[in-house]
């Protein structure tokens, strides 16, 4: 509709094709490709196979897969429970108290998250928050990381929420526990779904935060794939991001596909 | 409201430690005079801002191009495109420089490509260890960010706005200018001041593109705190860097809420239009 002539139009989708495949797509197939080729002299990949896959999936890279998954299920569980719980709370708290929440609850992320790692390696390094050289302050610096984005999805969906459901169920007695459990929790599941798709995802690739916090038994996927190029095995690690890359996909996709019963009817 | 108490245990009272923490060096190399009037600490903080500056930049130039085309030139599979872009957002922002190494680096594929075809041995494309390097990886990830909010400003477009200037004769760079664009500067604001913010905390490309040239202040306290094991050196990085990105935080959530107060606005103009 902003350009009538043909021609034109055609230029412009084709430079617009151009930019779409060098900027997006050619990096996230070149790190595909790379963790499939034997190696890379040339202008193409050779010696194509799934021998690295393999090696990425055992041995220390598989434990570093396992552990990601493993912070990322809990970290985005207690963030999911924690930002819906504020979100829904915050609903009926006084209009300045839910500013207050709103800036809090996205601090962690307008912060460096090097910074926040540094903070939770002195804060809880001490009795009686002994937290440090354990799995737990990683799970922790994960869980405060995504915090932000299950508190404003799930808070962007609580405003696109119809109240007469809610009001419908107050009306005919149903108590206020009632209500959450078998009204809006139910309507919320589509938001919670893609909320915790999202919070997995984004702590599967964290690494600020991590570095400055984990123990040596406590390696995520992440880290591991930094030691790899570090150590020079690029080709490695380009085949643990791939892993890395389809966990991360599975997991945004198999969540974002909850719908609730609510909808189907 | 136990929610805020506990985050604030968690992620307020770390912060706040932190600042405690960086006047604990007084006296030795750690303190705040010695760290801020350090060379290293001068260079990383002038580069930080510096790439965020540029990379955000680059990052609205794209962006706007991209959103652009996507919303007012459809095209069959442009919402695949509009999916792709949604899916970096949440891919981790290292594996942009790891592809980059594959694709420009110095025995990489675009310079294996080139020196196929001239057969000059010498790498003609060597910018990945430069801040050019960090800059382009920083726009290719950063750039979604911009393109999301401009899609969500250009969907409240009525779109017989634009066919009526456009059928009054203006152009399409006209139409652009003058009835496009000053719909998007709100969105364009908030995009782009959030893409400063996230530059100036990016963390993994910059450690991976791992060039002793290109250090930032999130790279700094890291080095500083882990490597070194300077706790309190770190800390006062940190609460330099903590400062800023709160300040940038501010100004953020000031131009997002006026984004929201006129995007109220703007919905009850498109509700009277159809009577006129």
């Given at each position: 509709?902003?350009?009538?002539?043909?021609?034109?139009?055609?230029?412009?989708?084709?430079?617009?094709?151009?930019?779409?495949?060098?900027?997006?797509?050619?990096?996230?197939?070149?790190?595909?490709?790379?963790?499939?080729?034997?190696?890379?002299?040339?202008?193409?990949?050779?010696?194509?196979?799934?021998?690295?896959?393999?090696?990425?999936?055992?041995?220390?890279?598989?434990?570093?897969?396992?552990?990601?998954l493993?912070?990322a299920v809990?970290?985005g569980g207690?963030?999911l429970?924690?930002?819906?719980?504020?979100?829904?709370?915050?609903?009926?708290?006084?209009?300045?108290?839910?500013?207050?929440?709103?800036?809090?609850?996205?601090?962690?992320?307008?912060?460096?998250?090097?910074?926040?790692?540094?903070?939770?390696?002195?804060?809880?390094?001490?009795?009686?928050?002994?937290?440090?050289?354990?799995?737990?302050?990683?799970?922790?610096?994960?869980?405060?990381?995504?915090?932000?984005?299950?508190?404003?999805a799930?808070?962007?969906?609580?405003?696109?929420?119809?109240?007469?459901?809610?009001?419908?169920?107050?009306?005919?007695?149903?108590?206020?526990?009632?209500?959450?459990?078998?009204?809006?929790?139910?309507?919320?599941l589509p938001a919670l779904g893609a909320a915790a798709g999202l919070a997995v995802a984004l702590s599967m690739?964290?690494?600020?935060?991590?570095?400055?916090?984990?123990?040596?038994?406590?390696?995520?996927?992440?880290?591991?794939?930094?030691?790899?190029?570090?150590?020079?095995?690029?080709?490695?690690?380009?085949?643990?991001?791939?892993i890395l890359l389809l966990v991360t996909l599975v997991a945004l996709t198999a969540l974002g596909r909850i719908r609730s019963?609510?909808?189907?009817? | 409201?136990?929610?805020?108490?506990?985050?604030?245990?968690?992620?307020?009272?770390?912060?706040?430690?932190?600042?405690?923490?960086?006047?604990?060096?007084?006296?030795?190399?750690?303190?705040?005079?010695?760290?801020?009037?350090?060379?290293?600490?001068?260079?990383?903080?002038?580069?930080?801002?510096?790439?965020?500056?540029?990379?955000?930049?680059?990052?609205?130039?794209?962006?706007?191009?991209?959103?652009?085309?996507?919303?007012?030139?459809?095209?069959?599979?442009?919402?695949?495109?509009?999916r792709?872009?949604d899916t970096?957002?949440a891919l981790?922002?290292?594996?942009?420089?790891?592809?980059?190494?594959?694709?420009?680096?110095?025995?990489?594929?675009?310079?294996?490509?080139?020196?196929?075809?001239?057969?000059?041995?010498?790498?003609?494309?060597?910018?990945?260890?430069?801040?050019?390097?960090?800059?382009?990886?920083?726009?290719?990830?950063?750039?979604?960010?911009?393109?999301?909010?401009?899609?969500?400003?250009?969907?409240?477009?009525?779109?017989?706005?634009?066919?009526?200037?456009?059928?009054?004769?203006?152009?399409?760079?006209?139409?652009?200018?003058?009835?496009?664009?000053?719909?998007?500067?709100?969105?364009?604001?908030?995009?782009?001041?959030?893409?400063?913010?996230?530059?100036?905390?990016?963390?993994?490309?910059?450690?991976?593109?791992?060039?002793?040239?290109?250090?930032?202040?999130?790279?700094?306290?890291?080095?500083?705190?882990?490597?070194?094991?300077?706790?309190?050196?770190?800390?006062?990085?940190?609460?330099?860097?903590?400062?800023?990105?709160?300040?940038?935080?501010?100004?953020?959530?000031?131009?997002?809420?006026?984004?929201?107060?006129?995007?109220?606005?703007?919905?009850?103009?498109?509700?009277?239009?159809?009577?006129?």
């Amino acid at each position: 509709m902003l350009l009538w002539n043909r021609r034109s139009r055609a230029v412009l989708l084709g430079v617009f094709g151009i930019v779409v495949v060098v900027v997006f797509v050619a990096p996230l197939a070149t790190v595909v490709l790379a963790g499939l080729a034997g190696a890379w002299t040339g202008a193409l990949p050779s010696h194509l196979g799934v021998d690295r896959l393999g090696g990425a999936l055992s041995g220390e890279n598989l434990a570093s897969l396992s552990v990601s998954l493993q912070t990322a299920v809990v970290a985005g569980g207690l963030a999911l429970v924690l930002g819906t719980w504020a979100a829904l709370a915050s609903r009926e708290a006084p209009p300045w108290l839910s500013r207050v929440v709103d800036a809090v609850f996205h601090l962690p992320i307008a912060v460096p998250s090097v910074a926040l790692g540094l903070g939770l390696v002195i804060a809880f390094n001490s009795a009686p928050l002994l937290l440090g050289g354990t799995r737990w302050i990683v799970i922790l610096a994960h869980a405060v990381l995504v915090l932000a984005f299950a508190f404003s999805a799930v808070s962007a969906a609580l405003d696109r929420l119809d109240p007469a459901y809610r009001q419908a169920a107050e009306s005919l007695g149903a108590g206020p526990f009632r209500v959450l459990t078998r009204v809006t929790l139910p309507l919320l599941l589509p938001a919670l779904g893609a909320a915790a798709g999202l919070a997995v995802a984004l702590s599967m690739g964290e690494l600020g935060a991590t570095v400055m916090v984990y123990p040596a038994t406590w390696k995520t996927l992440p880290v591991t794939i930094f030691a790899l190029t570090d150590r020079g095995q690029a080709f490695q690690a380009a085949a643990s991001t791939t892993i890395l890359l389809l966990v991360t996909l599975v997991a945004l996709t198999a969540l974002g596909r909850i719908r609730s019963a609510a909808a189907v009817r | 409201m136990p929610p805020l108490v506990i985050v604030l245990l968690v992620a307020v009272y770390p912060l706040i430690r932190v600042c405690l923490e960086s006047v604990t060096g007084v006296g030795t190399q750690s303190s705040w005079g010695s760290v801020l009037s350090s060379e290293a600490f001068g260079d990383a903080l002038w580069r930080t801002v510096a790439i965020a500056a540029t990379a955000t930049l680059g990052c609205l130039v794209l962006g706007t191009f991209l959103a652009v085309v996507l919303a007012f030139v459809p095209f069959p599979g442009s919402r695949l495109v509009g999916r792709l872009v949604d899916t970096v957002l949440a891919l981790p922002s290292f594996l942009v420089t790891l592809a980059f190494t594959f694709l420009y680096g110095t025995a990489g594929a675009v310079n294996a490509a080139i020196a196929g075809v001239t057969g000059d041995r010498a790498p003609a494309v060597n910018f990945l260890y430069t801040p050019a390097g960090v800059i382009a990886a920083e726009i290719t990830f950063f750039t979604p960010f911009v393109i999301r909010p401009l899609m969500a400003s250009f969907s409240m477009l009525p779109r017989a706005q634009l066919n009526v200037a456009a059928s009054l004769g203006a152009s399409p760079l006209r139409v652009l200018r003058s009835v496009v664009m000053p719909e998007a500067w709100p969105a364009l604001t908030a995009g782009g001041s959030l893409v400063l913010l996230l530059t100036l905390n990016e963390f993994g490309i910059v450690l991976f593109t791992g060039a002793k040239g290109v250090t930032t202040l999130p790279v700094l306290i890291y080095t500083r705190g882990i490597v070194s094991f300077d706790l309190p050196g770190a800390a006062v990085i940190a609460t330099v860097q903590i400062a800023l990105s709160l300040a940038l935080y501010g100004v953020y959530r000031m131009v997002f809420a006026r984004l929201m107060t006129q995007r109220g606005r703007a919905g009850t103009d498109v509700a009277v239009e159809p009577s006129q």
